[in-house]
């Protein structure tokens, strides 16, 4: 199969640039994947598609103001640093633009020196990896996180021209465990209102952990899918979730995804006979059509780009005839797209 294959076309004015005032406002294209039949609604009414004793699995990551914009020490050029993976507590795998300029022995500098000529922070390039990422040693007096939050920017995808009014729009009203560099954009359409409607229905929630990396950015290269790599994240299944998934599983009831990142944390912490196993560690499952679903029976997702490892997951999952389809009919619908786009759910 081929990256081609999963291309659309998509024009530029339905890519959104900002969220939405209220968060469940959001349209909703409902995708039936034996049929390919579809349905448009609004993300308020999500609850009308799920059944009570349903598992609605979510990704409680936080994502971190990840974006460093500072300086060569020595020549003031322009240096953008991404964080992408804590090594240890001063180390962090990261991604530096631009990167010829930036080999190993290079200093950037943030913010701004205080009397002494002394940075708040400071990031000494220390290695490049394989793929062309740098490993930085960050030097700073204080808390890290403290220091992020002041000179750090949310890491807006690059299709997002607008600037972010509230950095907390980019995080889901459930993110609590501080890592990623890409939120999981399918949470975004829920408010608390929404969960507590569930949760009263009958509908239960269980917490997994992945932190959106690098893979999130990096487009398919390779046009024999095959040979593409993906990068690893890093995640957490905590007991009580693999406990409930695979109680429901065992009694015949639904686990559904809340984002592609849920389904990848599910999918890789699976044995063969669909059992899920707490515990945490990294992942680089690439998922597209011909993978045999060991858990997921549902996902919310939003849409995604074209010839993305996202889309092809969604269309392993429900065929990609049935998913370019309905990305057909959103587009003539006017849907908005991408991350701070619409959603669909697909069963």
Aim: hydrophobic share 35%.
């Amino acid at each position: 199969m081929k990256t081609s294959d999963f291309d659309y076309e998509l024009p530029e004015e339905l890519i959104a640039q900002d969220p939405l005032e209220n968060r469940s406002s959001s349209r909703l294209l409902v995708l039936g994947r034996e049929d390919g039949s579809v349905k448009h609604d609004v993300f308020r009414n999500i609850g009308n598609y799920l059944r009570r004793g349903d598992v609605l699995v979510i990704n409680d990551t936080k994502v971190i103001p990840a974006r460093l914009l500072g300086k060569r020490e020595g020549t003031g050029g322009a240096v953008e640093i991404l964080l992408l993976r804590r090594i240890t507590e001063h180390e962090w795998e990261t991604l530096v633009r631009p990167g010829k300029k930036c080999r190993t022995g290079t200093f950037v500098c943030f913010g701004e020196p205080d009397q002494s000529g002394a940075y708040p922070l400071t990031a000494e390039i220390v290695d490049v990896l394989a793929d062309g990422n740098r490993r930085v040693h960050f030097h700073y007096e204080g808390i890290f996180e403290e220091i992020l939050a002041t000179l750090g920017e949310m890491p807006l995808p690059p299709y997002i021209h607008h600037k972010l009014q509230d950095a907390k729009r980019y995080n889901t009203v459930y993110a609590e465990h501080d890592g990623s560099a890409a939120a999981p954009t399918a949470g975004l359409h829920f408010t608390p209102e929404l969960l507590g409607q569930l949760g009263e229905q009958g509908v239960e929630l269980a917490r997994v952990t992945l932190h959106v990396g690098l893979g999130t950015f990096r487009p398919v290269k390779a046009e024999n899918l095959e040979q593409h790599h993906m990068h690893e994240e890093f995640y957490i299944v905590p007991e009580e979730t693999a406990a409930a998934v695979n109680r429901a599983k065992a009694e015949g009831r639904r686990v559904i995804c809340v984002g592609t990142t849920s389904c990848r944390t599910l999918e890789s912490a699976a044995s063969e006979d669909g059992t899920v196993r707490a515990g945490s560690g990294s992942t680089d499952i690439f998922i597209y059509p011909g993978y045999r679903f060991r858990v997921m029976d549902g996902l919310i997702t939003n849409f995604h780009l074209p010839q993305s490892t996202l889309i092809m997951l969604v269309s392993a999952f429900a065929g990609r005839e049935h998913v370019l389809d309905a990305y057909r009919q959103a587009v003539e619908e006017k849907y908005r797209f991408f991350s701070f786009g619409d959603a669909m759910f697909v069963s």
